[in-house]
């Protein structure tokens, strides 16, 4: 189906998103090296001074021990890890400079740990950022890992990155970081990957008490979220054909219906519960576009085809209670006033999708196994007065990260 009804909605929120998301001062730089022996160099990501020690200690290892050995030539690189090499390195180590520092390499013995474990010290480097400053260090440290070191994450990886920003109030970084998935290999390829930042957006107006201003502040990042997806390099990309038929049988995440209701669910805020009328068209197109997405009579847990609820890669994270409640709040609630605010026709259509949603919802909030958490919170959040959300369930959120 064509999205030509959501691109006025779109075009609506660029320009402001612009402004709304602070650019990262100049506090990482990409320098040139050159080794002992000339050769062709690229660029080497480098690091300055963090607000405390710990974090440049990381950092540092990482420097070191990860990201300068990568770049250096397959045969240098050969040599540092070998045991065999190790006496020789001892009188006449490899040697670049950056910058005139020259930084001198040694026998490295991963075996025994002298090379980190790359997953493990980046989320020790990211618990280790405690100010904005240090956070926006984030797109460069995943490029230095990505592009300069070609190290990968593993697919449970990226949602933790953009939950331990997010409920740190460090969600620009992460936009920042998939403008550029090329460097930062940063992808809005998978549906939980996308569903965690738009459930930040929706937390952190939440957090504000839904004001006026945090609900535009999270409408602009939505619809620029939107926007990206439609950008180059964000596409699902697979060798295997069978799991390509799979991929094809999905919603193109840039125009799935899931995704969609977090701008329907935040103009739907602007607009009936704050009366800013001016958003009731924006309201209605997303609210057209997910009508026709969405069957009637089916909740979220029967919205997508069957086997994307078995895949990690696709929708099984819905299977998780507490991950379905922390999805599912936002977008229930966002029906339930698109019900109150549409026209008849429209509203009768959109509360056909609402009811079998909030029966799953029911479901699992009643469930035996459903504990507190980031789902029951939010769920508050979106359903309760101010001040009535559980203190219980605020702290086991906290805790998630």
Request: proline share 5%.
């Amino acid at each position: 189906m064509s999205n030509n009804s959501i691109r006025p909605a779109l075009r609506a929120g660029r320009s402001a998103l612009k402004a709304s998301i602070r650019a990262a001062p100049p506090t990482q730089q990409s320098r040139c090296f050159s080794a002992s022996t000339p050769r062709q160099a690229g660029n080497v990501i480098t690091f300055s001074k963090t607000s405390n020690a710990e974090l440049d200690g990381l950092l540092h290892e990482m420097q070191q021990k990860i990201i300068l050995p990568s770049v250096l030539r397959l045969a240098q690189r050969k040599k540092i890890f070998r045991e065999r090499h190790k006496e020789k390195l001892e009188l006449e180590p490899i040697e670049i400079e950056i910058d005139g520092k020259r930084t001198k390499f040694r026998y490295l013995d991963y075996r025994n740990g002298d090379v980190p474990n790359t997953r493990k010290i980046f989320f020790q480097a990211l618990d280790s950022m405690k100010t904005k400053e240090d956070w926006q260090k984030l797109p460069k440290l995943l490029e230095a890992l990505h592009y300069n070191a070609r190290r990968k994450f593993e697919v449970s990886d990226w949602p933790k990155i953009v939950r331990k920003a997010g409920l740190s109030g460090n969600l620009g970084p992460i936009i920042d970081a998939v403008k550029r998935p090329k460097m930062t290999g940063f992808k809005l390829d998978m549906s939980e990957k996308v569903q965690e930042i738009m459930t930040l957006i929706v937390w952190a107006a939440a957090e504000a008490g839904w004001s006026i201003s945090s609900l535009n502040t999270a409408l602009k990042s939505a619809e620029r979220i939107l926007e990206i997806l439609g950008e180059e390099g964000h596409e699902p990309h697979t060798a295997d054909k069978g799991r390509a038929e799979l991929i094809k049988e999905r919603f193109p995440l840039k125009r799935d219906p899931q995704i969609l209701a977090t701008p329907l669910f935040l103009t739907a805020m602007l607009t009936v519960r704050h009366g800013k009328t001016e958003h009731a068209d924006r309201m209605r197109r997303y609210a057209q576009v997910i009508v026709s997405q969405w069957p009637e009579g089916k909740g979220l847990l029967e919205l997508h085809p069957h086997e994307a609820y078995v895949d990690v890669e696709g929708t099984a994270y819905l299977m998780e209670k507490n991950k379905f409640v922390l999805a599912a709040s936002p977008i229930l609630k966002g029906f339930d006033l698109a019900v109150e605010g549409l026209s008849s026709d429209l509203a009768s259509q959109i509360k056909l999708r609402r009811d079998p949603l909030a029966a799953e919802v029911r479901g699992a909030l009643e469930a035996d196994d459903m504990k507190k958490g980031r789902g029951k919170y939010l769920y508050e959040k979106c359903f309760l007065e101010p001040g009535e959300a559980s203190k219980g369930a605020q702290a086991e959120a906290a805790q998630a990260a």
